[in-house]
């Protein structure tokens, strides 16, 4: 009974700059982890960031110092800023975030749609 909604994906050309947000709705008593992932085709989905309740921000190594994740709780949205763009960034970007939902113990996991980031001359 939630979803993830992201958005700003598209094409850039090297060393370019995307933000993408993924807003969560539905009945929420909170989020717990939220986080990006991405996959490009002929390859497994990987974790580029995390991001806690707490703020406390996790990177794959081959984003750090590149892209900056970021929360905001009231808006229930996440953000990547993604900076310095090489095409091997390009993929399917796809937010999931860790929910505690009303009369339910516990915690359960939700993915967004997906959002194109291509980056190429």
């Known amino acids: 009974q939630v979803q993830l909604v992201e958005s700003g994906g598209g094409s850039v050309q090297p060393g370019g700059s995307l933000r993408l947000s993924c807003a969560a709705s539905?009945?929420?008593?909170?989020?717990?982890?939220m986080g990006w992932y991405r996959q490009a085709p002929g390859k497994q989905r990987e974790l580029v960031a995390s991001?806690?309740?707490?703020?406390?921000?996790n990177y794959e190594d081959s984003v750090k110092g590149r892209f900056t994740i970021s929360r905001d709780n009231a808006k229930n949205t996440v953000y990547l800023q993604m900076n310095s763009l090489k095409p091997e960034d390009t993929a399917v970007y796809y937010c999931?975030?860790?929910?505690?939902?009303?009369?339910?113990?516990?915690?359960?996991?939700?993915w967004g749609q997906g959002t194109q980031v291509t980056v190429s001359s």
């Open positions: 999931n975030a860790e929910f505690e939902l009303p009369f339910r113990t516990g915690t359960s996991f939700y």
């Open positions: 539905g009945r929420i008593l909170s989020i717990r982890t």
């Open positions: 991001i806690t309740s707490g703020s406390s921000a």
